[in-house]
């Protein structure tokens, strides 16, 4: 049977902010999520046209913070075409009720969020004891953690993966290692180490592709030693439409292109097998 082709990595946007108002987390909208919103319906007709089965929404934490209720009541009107990733503040006192509740909302992974672009700093209190609750949550849960951070975190996220081994991990955009060095890439040497833990998996996203196309980086050569550190059978793709620019369809044929001289099952497992072992109730 035909691997399916899963994005794990959109978001969506509804039109409607009374039902569904903005909070960013430290209260700076992301520009993407005022200039080119995608909601539901129109999430559905892009993967559609992408050639897509289906789609791992990911809470978009720069619009909505850590209210879910968009990508849940996405979920729950197209079982069919998505499952939802939400977040949560980790550190508060309820975090595991919060899970508990999204989780019986009908979403299958946690999302982090520590950094991004309008969070650039990376923060020093993901590995803190605070958090630990939650991440005994999610083991006992079975669900995986979607990291959003920068490559200085990951001192604290290999404490992590060292303090919870049966939790699967997944690093978002690859922590945005420095790539312009070219092969060898040694400035993401820290990122490689931790292809020791055996409950880290890689988001391969647009923006990893776009990053490899500065300097002395290729695509093809960072995925090469990329692959050869973890294995295509902990690497999934995600587009992050529409945050990143460009239809769903182009990005999907950017990805297509960095993945053509990679083998068949290379590019399956990559495009969808990884999905499916991070989130079983896809298949």
Same mark, same amino acid.
């Given at each position: 049977?035909?691997?399916?082709?899963?994005?794990?990595?959109?978001?969506?946007?509804?039109?409607?902010? @009374?039902?569904?108002?903005?909070? $960013?987390?430290?209260?700076?909208?992301?520009? =993407?999520?005022?200039?080119?919103?995608?909601?539901?319906?129109?999430?559905?007709?892009?993967?559609?046209?992408?050639?897509? *089965?289906?789609?791992?929404?990911?809470?978009? *934490?720069? &619009?909505?913070?850590?209210?879910?209720?968009?990508?849940?009541?996405?979920?729950? &009107?197209?079982?069919?075409? +998505?499952?939802?990733?939400?977040?949560?503040?980790?550190?508060?006192?309820?975090?595991?009720? %919060?899970?508990?509740? =999204?989780?019986?909302?009908?979403?299958?992974?946690?999302?982090?969020?520590?950094?991004?672009?309008?969070? $650039?700093?990376? $923060?020093? =209190?993901?590995?803190?004891? /605070?958090?630990?609750?939650?991440?005994?949550?999610?083991?006992?849960?079975?669900?995986?953690?979607?990291?959003?951070? %920068?490559?200085?975190?990951?001192?604290?996220?290999?404490? #992590? #993966? !060292?303090? +919870?081994?049966?939790?699967?991990?997944?690093?978002?955009?690859?922590?945005?290692?420095?790539?312009?060095?070219?092969? $060898?890439?040694?400035? @993401?040497?820290? #990122?490689?180490?931790?292809?020791?833990?055996?409950?880290?998996?890689? /988001?391969?996203? !647009?923006?990893?592709?776009?990053?490899?196309?500065?300097?002395?980086?290729?695509?093809?050569? +960072? #995925?090469?030693?990329?692959?050869?550190? +973890?294995? @295509?059978?902990?690497?999934? =793709?995600?587009?992050?439409?529409?945050? *990143?620019?460009?239809?769903?369809?182009?990005?999907?044929?950017?990805?297509?292109?960095?993945?053509?001289?990679?083998?068949?099952?290379?590019? @399956?497992?990559?495009?969808?097998?990884?999905?499916?072992?991070?989130?079983?109730?896809?298949?």
């Amino acid at each position: 049977m035909t691997t399916p082709v899963i994005d794990i990595h959109p978001h969506v946007i509804a039109p409607d902010e @009374a039902r569904y108002p903005r909070a $960013p987390i430290g209260g700076e909208a992301s520009p =993407w999520s005022q200039s080119r919103p995608v909601a539901a319906p129109g999430m559905v007709a892009a993967i559609d046209e992408a050639g897509i *089965s289906k789609s791992v929404l990911v809470q978009a *934490s720069t &619009c909505y913070g850590h209210d879910n209720s968009y990508v849940a009541d996405s979920v729950a &009107c197209y079982p069919q075409r +998505f499952a939802g990733v939400f977040s949560v503040d980790v550190l508060a006192a309820d975090a595991p009720q %919060r899970i508990r509740y =999204w989780v019986n909302r009908g979403l299958v992974g946690l999302r982090i969020f520590a950094a991004g672009h309008t969070r $650039p700093d990376q $923060p020093d =209190w993901m590995d803190d004891p /605070k958090s630990f609750p939650a991440w005994e949550c999610c083991e006992a849960l079975g669900i995986p953690v979607c990291m959003q951070m %920068r490559t200085p975190g990951l001192p604290q996220l290999d404490n #992590l #993966l !060292t303090r +919870f081994p049966k939790v699967k991990v997944i690093l978002d955009h690859l922590g945005r290692p420095t790539l312009d060095d070219g092969p $060898p890439y040694r400035a @993401a040497d820290s #990122l490689f180490a931790l292809a020791r833990h055996d409950n880290l998996y890689l /988001k391969y996203t !647009t923006h990893t592709i776009r990053d490899a196309r500065k300097g002395k980086a290729t695509p093809e050569s +960072f #995925l090469d030693r990329v692959i050869g550190e +973890f294995g @295509a059978a902990r690497i999934a =793709w995600g587009s992050n439409f529409p945050a *990143s620019e460009g239809s769903l369809a182009s990005i999907k044929a950017e990805c297509d292109a960095v993945l053509a001289s990679r083998s068949e099952t290379e590019r @399956a497992q990559i495009l969808g097998g990884t999905a499916l072992t991070l989130y079983p109730s896809l298949a």
